[in-house]
């Protein structure tokens, strides 16, 4: 009897052990990423904020109070000024005073180019243009799901997903391991830096432990969809009645439009509009349903453009649950379905994230120190990575928004992948120099 | 299992998984309804209260009460 239970005592340490190494492995080499999509998390949920403010601020772009939105004009005027344009979306106003937004996507000498026109939707006016892909919301947003490094950089991301997941789980299985004789929420201060950062590491981990989970699985999902080929359950194609060309010249009321929509589908709240390019002779209005956790403008009314008929309706309602299941993710992820204030609890925990990223290193710094024989000191070592960290992501913004997003992409696919292939080499070499180099211990 | 282990090392990390998520719930009915106070805004707020009171006394049965009763009313409202 005694001899079963030492076995199982011993092979509970054992497996113990093994967590504790699947969480301290992933943790460090993946501590990173998760660090800093966990800052840029924090700050992406705030984009229609910022963006508002610097259209405000920057732009002098506000609209107008009125009944009803009026932008016929505007769209008129742009359509005219640039005939040969490949798509155009219009971007309603979510509040009373934002301005309206028409993005145009332009044929350019070798590439495309993507002006967001701002639009004052009381006074049906233009009041200024900037190019989309190099503004700040869009560095925000692309640094956060891509770190600015096209497809490649998404999957990045979803593995870095993949990788909370593990520590997430693994911290949950060694959590009372570690606690050991411990109360929750205690922190043993006086007795040195490690194990304060170890006690807050274990609090706020566990605190957090729920979110964590939700983000890094929905963060593992969005980043992945790609890689595993899913495919969206609302993709919908009219078939071509016209020229390209033709279509994009053909013209529509927008006011009848959104007058036609709010008969068809009354609980729609329209977010944005898009104009056919392709020969199809549609409109497309998409929005969200008010109280519902999806996707933002997953809902959808397709209109024809002669008669204004409908042609395709999508509202997740009537949808099966693989649909739901599939845009309730990236709702979930972002918190922008419960107000400012969602956010903010979303921006705090994202934060309280990348601190287990950091309080992680540190502890592991301080319990590697004698053996490693570092000069500097746990703190310092730690303080100098995130400051190099944080320098990379101003430096991106900057090359963004002042020079261009591609050559902001071609920075950090150098710093992305350079940084992987250092890391791989780094790792190969020392596994060598152990394996060949090193004395071997004399035995006897 | 002693009390400390059940208590610290299960029931504590429980109530604190149930409370990120009613917090949020919370919140997002507090945003989604901001002038009706319904029954889900009521009982929601209740099962926060019950869960911080919980955390806080650290009686195991509270501890174990007011988590399944969260996720009971979470049960509720998805379904």
């Not at chain 1, 560095?139 to 593990?166: K, P, S, T």
């Not at chain 1, 981990?205 to 890689?227: D, K, P, V, Y």
Request: with cysteine.
């Amino acid at each position: 009897m005694d001899n079963t239970r030492t076995k199982s005592v011993k092979t509970n340490k054992g497996e113990g052990k093994l967590i504790w190494k699947i969480h301290h492995w992933s943790g460090f080499y993946t501590g990173i990423v998760i660090a800093v999509l966990c800052i840029t998390g924090s700050v992406a949920v705030f984009i229609p904020e910022i963006d508002y403010i610097i259209q405000r601020m920057h732009y002098s772009a506000a609209s107008s109070p009125a009944k009803k939105w009026h932008f016929d004009q505007s769209v008129v005027s742009l359509t005219h000024q640039y005939p040969d344009y490949q798509s155009l979306r219009i971007e309603f106003p979510e509040k009373p005073g934002y301005a309206g937004i028409v993005h145009l996507t332009v044929k350019a000498n070798t590439a495309e180019d993507r002006f967001a026109f701002f639009v004052d939707m009381g006074k049906d006016k233009i009041l200024g243009r900037r190019n989309h892909q190099n503004s700040i919301a869009n560095y925000l947003r692309q640094i956060h799901v891509r770190l600015y490094e096209g497809n490649w950089g998404r999957y990045f991301v979803g593995f870095g997903g993949v990788a909370f997941v593990i520590v997430t789980i693994t911290g949950l299985m060694i959590y009372g391991n570690f606690m050991k004789r411990q109360q929750y929420p205690q922190i043993r201060n006086g007795k040195g830096l490690r194990l304060v950062m170890a006690d807050w590491h274990k609090l706020l981990g566990i605190s957090s432990l729920a979110f964590n989970l939700m983000i890094a699985l929905t963060g593992a999902w969005l980043g992945l969809q790609g890689w595993f080929k899913v495919k969206n359950p609302s993709q919908y194609q009219a078939a071509a009645v016209m020229s390209g060309e033709a279509d994009a010249q053909t013209t529509v009321n927008w006011e009848e439009v959104l007058g036609t929509t709010a008969r068809y589908f009354p609980d729609l709240v329209p977010l944005s509009a898009v104009s056919s390019t392709d020969g199809s002779g549609t409109v497309t209005i998409s929005g969200n349903i008010k109280g519902l956790i999806y996707e933002r403008a997953i809902n959808r009314l397709t209109l024809s453009k002669f008669g204004l008929q409908p042609v395709f309706k999508y509202d997740i309602r009537e949808k099966p649950f693989w649909h739901k299941f599939f845009f309730v993710q990236e709702a979930l992820h972002f918190g922008d379905y419960g107000g400012l204030g969602l956010k903010i609890t979303y921006a705090l925990l994202g934060l309280v994230s990348a601190f287990l990223s950091i309080s992680g290193f540190v502890v592991y710094f301080y319990r590697t120190a004698k053996k490693s024989n570092r000069k500097s000191a746990p703190l310092k070592i730690t303080f100098i990575y995130s400051v190099i960290i944080l320098l990379v992501l101003v430096i991106a913004a900057l090359v963004s928004t002042l020079i261009g997003y591609s050559t902001a992409a071609l920075m950090m696919a150098v710093v992305i992948d350079g940084g992987l292939v250092g890391i791989v080499l780094y790792g190969l070499i020392r596994f060598l120099r152990r394996k060949f180099c090193l004395p071997k211990p004399v035995i006897g | 299992m002693n009390h400390h282990k059940l208590v610290e090392h299960y029931l504590i990390p429980t109530v604190l998984f149930c409370l990120n998520i009613a917090f949020v719930h919370a919140i997002y009915r507090l945003a989604t309804r901001p002038m009706l106070v319904d029954f889900e805004i009521i009982v929601c707020l209740f099962a926060v209260l019950l869960l911080c009171v919980a955390l806080y006394t650290k009686t195991r049965w509270l501890l174990i009460g007011s988590s399944v009763f969260y996720l009971f009313l979470l049960l509720l409202v998805i379904n």
